[in-house]
């Protein structure tokens, strides 16, 4: 692979230009839109041409191999911060942060619209919720599939809110993307790799969990799978990995977000509810998630969550969340990531 850097003041028509060449020579153009500077990336076997090919075209300020085993996702390639845009005037990514709260799975209308009024009073209007639920015995609560999708969409549009809600199956991307503005890969299949290529090939953004096994390396890797069909708008997500602790549900790794905001331009959160498993635990790692950097957190609300049918003992009241968004602020002002709240 290699980059084409455009100029600042390069046209539509370079841009196509260089897009034609690539293509002659059997290299895939994929660009990647900056604030600043279009960077075209070229998929394939970039031996079968020299980058002084391209660097001679109008338009172009540099050409660059990409020798990092991930190069879409690289700091190296492009780098300025990726502000992925949900719609709505609500952006994740670049000096600020965001929450993104709601209930481990849709139960029902009731408990999701409890919860996303909660949540929505506070500012949030990202609303998280499982409708195909990744459980791990199949005896388990599976979730309420398209019935909790459109329960999604009715509530969040009710409230001016955008959805996040996990896919799990390459045949279902299209039923979950037209529910949602936010496809979540799962940790448990951050490396199913034609669930990836199927999301990359969908423009909606991504939101990529870190896999419980995974190196950081490998996390990059599988967004790499994202990027490299075309799909830009990729959100990393750390949720905690698993460890010899047994205190904890997972162990996160707060020391992931300054290592990857060195590595990578795309924005970092954190889950704080799945790593600690219990809801005594989340404020203090919410905070602390925030206070490492990040670009904002997900967190777990429930209004009854001795009923939820599932992570009950992780979901927040909505005492608890009211606390958590008011001493947030107080972090996001600390460290100058402004945190984003809408009236
Ligand atoms: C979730 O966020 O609903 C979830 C199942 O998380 P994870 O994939 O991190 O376990
Ligand atoms: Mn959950």
Redesign the pocket.
């Known amino acids: 692979m290699m980059m084409v850097i455009m100029k600042r003041d390069a046209t539509k028509e370079d841009m196509s230009r260089v897009k034609e060449e690539a293509k002659g020579f059997k290299l895939e153009p994929i660009e990647m839109p900056g604030e600043e500077r279009v960077i075209i990336a070229l998929k394939g076997d970039e031996r079968v041409v020299t980058t002084g090919r391209f660097k001679s075209l109008p338009g172009v300020a540099d050409v660059i191999p990409v020798n990092k085993k991930y190069k879409m996702a690289s700091r190296d390639t492009k780098w300025a911060d990726t502000i992925v845009d949900i719609g709505g005037g609500i952006k994740v990514g670049g000096n600020h942060q965001v929450i993104m709260a709601g209930p ?2 849709v139960e029902s209308e009731k408990q999701l619209r409890d919860a996303a009024e909660v949540v929505r009073k506070q500012g949030v209007r990202i609303l ?1 919720g ?1 409708a195909y ?2 459980r791990t015995s199949p005896y388990a609560f599976q979730g309420l599939g398209l019935e909790g999708l459109k329960l999604l969409r009715r509530v969040a549009d009710d409230l001016d809110m955008k959805v996040v809600s ?1 896919i799990m199956d390459v045949r279902k991307v299209e039923e979950v993307a037209k529910y949602t503005d936010i496809l ?1 890969v ?3 299949n951050m490396q199913n790799y034609d669930l990836l290529l199927e999301v990359g090939k969908c423009k909606k953004p991504v939101m990529l ?1 870190r896999g ?1 096994g995974s190196t950081l390396e490998e996390f990059l890797l599988a967004a790499e799978y994202i990027l490299s069909e075309g799909n830009t708008n990729v959100i990393l ?1 750390e ?1 905690g990995i698993r460890t010899f602790e047994q205190e904890v549900r997972f162990s996160i790794n707060l020391g992931a977000v300054p290592i990857l905001k060195g590595l990578t331009h795309l924005p970092i959160i954190v ?1 704080p509810s ?1 790593a600690m498993g219990r809801r005594e635990y989340v404020t203090d790692m919410a905070l602390a998630s925030l206070a490492s950097g990040s670009h904002g957190i ?1 967190v777990e609300v429930h209004c009854e969550p001795e009923k939820a049918l599932c ?1 009950g003992p992780q979901a927040l009241t909505p005492e608890l969340f009211n606390d958590l968004v008011v001493r947030a602020k107080k972090i996001s002002d600390a460290i100058d990531m402004p945190l984003v709240l809408f009236p």
């Open positions: 481990c799975a998280r499982g639920k990744p996990e979540q799962g940790s448990r969990k419980l997500c949720r889950d799945h997900i992570d």
